[in-house]
């Protein structure tokens, strides 16, 4: 519930910088899906859809993951004129969401290297996400970002990752993987549909302060009965994320061994 005010929270900032007309909108340069751990590793570029996917299945009372589709998304920020105050949100558009059980779901976002495009193959988009293993193995929640919404729209709060990466180059890119104990699927729109993942920057807007106090507000002072339904749809369990982190660890050392 506190994840999903503070990314409304944010947004309302987003809005409020639109209406002033300081929000810099940078288009996905490069997206493809890839499949992790499955087998049948392949990769997917010029599709109208990015699968973001989790297959879990039961083998003797341990759950196994595979991940059929793992979004891989990069931008060129060459242009970008970032501070330190400036708020940035990745934003997505899903075509479609199913769920094979109750199981509390999530879309996770981990900073990969960038040195990939379109037309890479496998081994080289290996190459640029297995730095991330270590992340996955300690569990470092830090340096992912997450939505476990269950509307079309799926906003992630970037702003370190972005300013980081604006001072070391002129691109960055990210991993996408669902999270959940249960098989679940988003199927996201990709850049070819028209309608793909943008980052949305702009600075925080002291300048509104009254407009701004009154947008949280809204978001945050919902009556006590929706409060309670709301908490109760969007809570996701802390170990949820964690179980499934130990699915992507195994999935990324057997990647790792075949190289």
């Known amino acids: ?61 341990i759950k196994a993951s595979s991940y059929p589709g793992a979004p891989m998304i990069q931008f060129d920020i060459a ?25 509390s779901a999530m879309a996770t976002l981990l900073p990969i290297s960038s040195e990939w495009n379109e037309d890479s193959d496998y081994t080289v988009l290996l190459v640029n996400i297995l730095p991330i ?9 830090s340096q992912t970002s997450s939505d476990a919404d269950e509307d079309r729209i799926f906003a992630f709060d970037i702003s370190k990752k972005l300013k980081d990466a604006k001072a070391k180059g002129d691109r960055i890119s990210f991993l996408m993987m669902a999270i959940s104990n249960s098989s679940y699927e988003i199927d996201f729109l990709s850049r070819e549909s028209g309608q793909g993942p943008y980052l949305m920057v702009t600075p925080y807007p002291g300048e509104s302060k009254g407009n701004l106090t009154l947008a949280l507000n809204q978001t945050t002072s919902l009556p006590s009965n929706e409060t309670e339904t709301n908490e109760k749809k969007q809570k996701v369990p802390a170990t949820a994320g964690l179980q499934s982190f130990s699915g992507i660890n195994r999935s990324l050392e057997k990647i790792a061994l075949k190289m």
């Open 79 to 103: 242009g970008l004129n970032i501070t330190d105050d400036d708020i940035a949100i990745l934003v997505l558009k899903a075509a479609s969401i199913e769920k094979g059980g109750n199981d």
């Open 133 to 141: 293993w270590d992340i996955v193995k300690k569990n470092d929640i």
């Open 1 to 61: 519930m506190h994840n999903r005010l503070i990314l409304l929270s944010l947004l309302a900032l987003v809005l409020l910088g639109t209406a002033l007309c300081q929000v810099t909108k940078i288009p996905a340069s490069q997206d493809v899906y890839v499949g992790l751990g499955t087998g049948n590793e392949q990769v997917f570029n010029q599709t109208e859809t990015l699968r973001c996917g989790v297959n879990v299945t039961d083998l003797n009372g």
